[in-house]
């Protein structure tokens, strides 16, 4: 195993893989902002480097900074967490050029799924189904019309290098299309460097529900069940489950069988999520996959009891996966509930400021990833995730029930939080059923 791992992130999944690591004798080398010299990963790690200031640009976005923090503390491989450079195809060369193992897939990968018209083709070529739309990029709005009329209104825009709804336009007619394709070329060539847009047929009120596949370098390929993550807000989630109380067990076995099938046809290595979307006919179609290891990765832990961090640094290290399909047998239900320093009552504005107290809930089946502590100062630098709460339950009911309880414990003064709005979710009939729509916070908040 290695002997010495360089974490490229900050926050709760910093400490996350902190935890990991330690659990697996691996010596941690934090690097942190200025904004972060008080923060739970720089505590926790054996080593801290202040690689700049502040902003992520000049810190956790700074690759000539991370390597030489790599290169200083002499480190054989650097796990990227989410967000920042996880999914940075070029960081993951430069750490290859480096001769530092990158926790993750290869930049091979993270660059053609990143490309979501070569993650669409790949999976067409695997027969993983995909929503109906274009072959591929959809050049100019003539283009653009004549997919309309093989597949119908209402359709989606989307940016080729865009992914988790970044950069979507939905139209209902042709006028609305000929706006909505020039609106998301303009705003994918701003976002993303690259004009290119794609189509797709708009499923309304579809769920959100993603495979977890796990690949080592022996050619093992295995999911961990499925997470429905359809409580979103603008693109963001906030609540996510496993196993999703909205689809059939032969739709669950289907899904998982295409996600492990996509994995092995692009030969994929290391932990990756396969998106689907499922629409009200129960059809399922592949839409995008992730190439880091995820915020709600917790749900699938929980239910499973594979640590997917583990999971990770093994197959970096060139050893087999711990586990194979067959001892894979999810059990139970969990939820994960995203606290994050924003007001809900408030249009989810984010706000820093310090936790003047902060204390976790506890007790039978609850788990808390966060790097809170009391007298912490949250920074406005970065994304508003306080903490996760995650509870288990023989079943989904249990898992309310004990996520309900220990909401009302958990207290964290000094900043707002969603945990009223959670609080709320957790109460309310549509979710309770299992039957929520995609807009369901929109109907409950806005
Ligand atoms: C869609 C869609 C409807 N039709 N694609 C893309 C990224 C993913 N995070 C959500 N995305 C969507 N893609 C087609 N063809 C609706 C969404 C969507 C969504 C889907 C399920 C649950 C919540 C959602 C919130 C926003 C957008």
Same mark, same amino acid.
């Given at each position: 195993?290695f002997?010495? !791992?360089?974490? =490229?992130?900050?926050?709760?999944?910093?400490v996350?893989?902190?935890?990991?690591?330690?659990?697996?004798?691996?010596?941690?080398?934090?690097?942190?902002?200025?904004a972060?010299?008080?923060?739970?990963?720089?505590?926790?790690?054996?080593?801290?480097?202040?690689i700049?200031?502040?902003?992520?640009?000049?810190? %956790?976005?700074?690759?000539?900074?991370?390597?030489?923090?790599? @290169?200083? =503390?002499?480190?054989?491989? &650097?796990?990227?967490?989410?967000?920042?450079?996880? $999914?940075?195809?070029?960081?993951?060369?430069?750490?290859e050029?480096? /001769?530092?193992?990158?926790? *993750?897939?290869?930049?091979?990968?993270?660059?053609?799924?990143?490309?979501?018209?070569?993650?669409?083709?790949?999976?067409?070529?695997?027969?993983?189904?995909?929503?109906?739309?274009? @072959?591929?990029?959809?050049?100019?709005?003539?283009?653009?019309?004549?997919?309309?009329?093989?597949?119908g %209104?209402?359709?989606?825009?989307?940016?080729?290098?865009?992914?988790? *709804?970044?950069?979507?336009?939905i139209?209902?007619?042709?006028l609305?299309?000929?706006?909505?394709?020039?609106?998301?070329?303009?705003?994918?060539?701003?976002?993303?460097?690259?004009p290119?847009?794609?189509?797709?047929?708009?499923?309304?009120?579809?769920?959100h529900?993603?495979?977890?596949?796990? =690949?080592?370098?022996?050619?093992?390929?295995?999911h961990?069940?499925?997470?429905?993550?359809?409580?979103?807000?603008? /693109?963001?989630?906030?609540?996510? @489950?496993?196993?999703s109380?909205?689809?059939?067990?032969?739709?669950?076995k289907?899904?998982?069988?295409?996600?492990?099938?996509? =994995?092995q @046809?692009s030969?994929?290595?290391?932990?990756?999520?396969?998106?689907?979307? !499922?629409?009200?006919?129960?059809?399922?179609?592949?839409?995008?996959?992730?190439?880091?290891?995820?915020?709600?990765?917790?749900?699938?832990?929980?239910?499973? *009891?594979?640590?997917?961090?583990?999971?990770?640094?093994?197959?970096?290290?060139?050893?087999?996966?711990?586990?194979?399909?067959?001892?894979v047998?999810?059990?139970g239900?969990?939820?994960e509930?995203?606290?994050?320093? $924003?007001?809900?009552?408030?249009?989810?504005?984010?706000?820093? *400021?310090?936790?003047?107290?902060?204390?976790?809930?506890?007790?039978?089946?609850?788990?808390?990833?966060?790097?809170?502590?009391?007298? %912490?100062? !949250?920074?406005?630098? %970065?994304?508003?995730?306080?903490a996760?709460?995650?509870?288990?339950g023989?079943?989904?009911?249990?898992?309310?029930?004990t996520?309900?309880?220990?909401?009302?414990?958990? &207290?964290?003064?000094? !900043?707002?939080?969603?945990?009223?709005?959670?609080?709320? &979710?957790?109460?309310?009939?549509?979710f309770?059923?299992?039957?929520?729509?995609?807009?369901?916070v929109?109907?409950l908040?806005?």
């Amino acid at each position: 195993m290695f002997e010495t !791992v360089l974490i =490229a992130n900050r926050g709760e999944i910093a400490v996350r893989i902190i935890r990991a690591c330690k659990e697996l004798g691996v010596k941690t080398v934090a690097v942190y902002s200025k904004a972060d010299r008080d923060s739970m990963h720089v505590r926790l790690a054996d080593d801290a480097i202040c690689i700049g200031n502040s902003p992520s640009s000049e810190s %956790y976005l700074h690759i000539p900074a991370i390597i030489t923090a790599a @290169e200083i =503390a002499n480190v054989e491989a &650097i796990h990227p967490g989410y967000g920042f450079l996880a $999914e940075d195809a070029h960081f993951a060369e430069i750490c290859e050029s480096c /001769h530092i193992k990158f926790i *993750g897939p290869n930049s091979e990968s993270i660059l053609r799924m990143g490309d979501k018209v070569q993650a669409r083709q790949l999976a067409k070529k695997a027969g993983v189904p995909v929503v109906p739309g274009s @072959e591929g990029i959809v050049k100019d709005k003539n283009e653009a019309l004549k997919v309309v009329q093989e597949v119908g %209104y209402p359709v989606i825009v989307k940016a080729v290098a865009g992914g988790g *709804g970044r950069g979507m336009r939905i139209a209902h007619n042709d006028l609305a299309m000929v706006s909505a394709f020039a609106t998301a070329q303009t705003e994918a060539e701003a976002a993303f460097g690259r004009p290119d847009v794609y189509i797709e047929k708009y499923l309304e009120h579809p769920r959100h529900v993603e495979v977890q596949i796990l =690949a080592d370098t022996k050619g093992n390929v295995i999911h961990l069940g499925e997470r429905d993550c359809t409580i979103q807000r603008r /693109h963001q989630k906030l609540l996510e @489950e496993s196993p999703s109380p909205a689809i059939s067990d032969d739709i669950q076995k289907k899904m998982c069988r295409m996600a492990v099938r996509l =994995a092995q @046809e692009s030969k994929y290595v290391n932990a990756g999520t396969i998106e689907f979307l !499922v629409d009200k006919d129960n059809n399922f179609y592949f839409i995008e996959m992730n190439t880091r290891v995820q915020v709600e990765h917790t749900v699938t832990e929980m239910v499973t *009891g594979v640590d997917i961090i583990k999971e990770q640094l093994r197959v970096a290290f060139g050893e087999p996966l711990s586990v194979d399909q067959k001892s894979v047998r999810p059990r139970g239900a969990a939820i994960e509930c995203r606290i994050n320093a $924003e007001d809900p009552d408030r249009g989810f504005v984010p706000q820093g *400021g310090r936790v003047s107290l902060y204390v976790p809930p506890g007790g039978p089946n609850v788990r808390v990833d966060s790097h809170l502590y009391s007298g %912490y100062v !949250v920074p406005s630098f %970065y994304d508003s995730l306080l903490a996760k709460v995650i509870t288990f339950g023989r079943d989904r009911m249990e898992a309310i029930n004990t996520m309900r309880r220990a909401l009302d414990e958990m &207290i964290i003064q000094g !900043v707002p939080t969603t945990i009223p709005f959670h609080r709320r &979710i957790v109460d309310d009939s549509r979710f309770l059923r299992g039957d929520y729509p995609m807009n369901l916070v929109e109907e409950l908040f806005e």
